[in-house]
């Protein structure tokens, strides 16, 4: 049941669960009501709206990590090679896309057109009423950001119930299965060493130095599956039931051989040469060990591991045993459309792969502290040091639109993980963890991460084949400032080494 107060226009973007995130009961959110906006008439969310023809990329999207790959055929290995599969040409670009308006500002104590008592939507382009009394202009005295932890999220959408450990250690089970299709022709050892070192160092380096990935070794062999390798049907479009089925046929393989006590994660991972097993997936299933533990995050992995993207897919599936969801979108445009190349949750080879500080602040990396909020009208100035440095100073600025959705500030730096960055700044988003996730042919996906670009005419940086670069260069640099269009203007004023001094002007609307 939807809240009263929320026009049923808007109740599939604000209610319907994301499922990488966590749901559970808790208030909403702590910090003050929105500012007052006067209210003119109300307008449908997404104007125009058509319903994408895109691919039909899966029937659940949680398991399917990686952008679409078409198999192309078989290379001089034997094994397949994949080509990004094409998109409609409805909707190649985010030219001839429909667009979709940033998220609606609520007002709790206006009047609605109908006369209800209520939160109403605000016309999108907002309506500055001239003759009202609440749109003043921009307080030309500074104020100082409200404490950051009144700006924190609701537990409803930033608990951390039901998720891996993102703080401490988090002990992951390397369990290495092959088939009698497949028999490996490697040592366990060999891929332990080449898929624990690194990820666990990305980890450490990403959270700076808060969570430790424990790579423990489940036995020192492959476990013989029973079943040949075909015959799970581990290329997209499995089901729940397939994938489990997986994971339990492995742990059976091992029997009483290995111990998992304390373990937190489980990996199953095949030989390389298993070629029917394609895609990495992550299920939050709790399935029960051979010595009768219960492991509530298990993370397949396919050929993309080995052959697509590396061992940054392990770091992309564990971070959704974190809490985190995928950023590309699930109705058939191109991977980089919401987030370009910023967070490897988006893009596994982005060209700045570290977590945003959305994600930072989320998993515990980042304290409330070093997040400025932003909820009164006037002019503020932030210092920001880069996401990609470890220190306790500010990180981010969070300027609350509604109830959920926020624009987020952050500096990306060539820093850290993002050495190979080719978009620099201060980059803008809007986060809003309530937005439903649609796979086409349901509609569009409006993504819970959606970054601004601040420089639509551009052709971007760093295209990497079919994944376009047109984001990457998004972040503002010194002296160049952008009009959200919501009330909120954002401008570099200074550089300062690494950090960055930004002014934030919010009106009072
Ligand atoms: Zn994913």
Known sequence: MRPSWIPPVLTFALLSPVLALPHGGGDFCQRPPPSTVTVTSTTTLVPGYVKPTGPHQNDNPHQHDVPVYTRTGPDQHGVPTYTPASYSSTYTSESNYPTLPPYPVYNSTAVGPTGTAGPTEVPWPPVKTETSSVIPEPSSSSI?????????????????????????????????????????????????????????????????????????????????????????????GFSTEEHLKYINDGLTAVGDSASFENIDILYVLPPPEASTVTTSAATASNVTTPDNFVISNSITFGQDLYNTWGYKTLNHETGHTLGLPDLYPYDGRPTTTFAGGFDLMGLVAAQSPDFLAWHKWYLGWIEDSQVDCVIDAGSTTHRISPIEIASDTTKAIAIPLNETAYIFAEVRSKNGIDDEACGTGLLLYIADPAVERKSEPEGADLGSIRVIDTKPKSVGCGKTNDDSGVLNDAPLLLGESWDTELGIIVTVKEVDGDDYVVEVEKLSR
Request: with cysteine; net charge negative; aromatic share 12%.
């Open 144 to 236: 100082e950001p409200v404490p950051s932890a009144s700006c924190r999220p609701s537990a409803q959408y930033f608990d951390r119930v039901d998720k891996a450990p993102s703080v401490g250690t988090l002990r992951a089970a390397f369990l290495f299965v092959d088939f009698p299709d497949f028999p490996a022709t490697t040592t366990v050892q060999d891929l332990f060493a080449d898929y624990t070192t690194a990820p666990s160092a990305l980890y450490k380096t990403m959270s700076y130095g808060k969570l430790t990935l424990e790579p423990v070794l489940i036995g020192d062999k492959f476990h013989r599956m029973p079943l040949n390798s075909a015959d799970y049907n581990m290329s997209r």
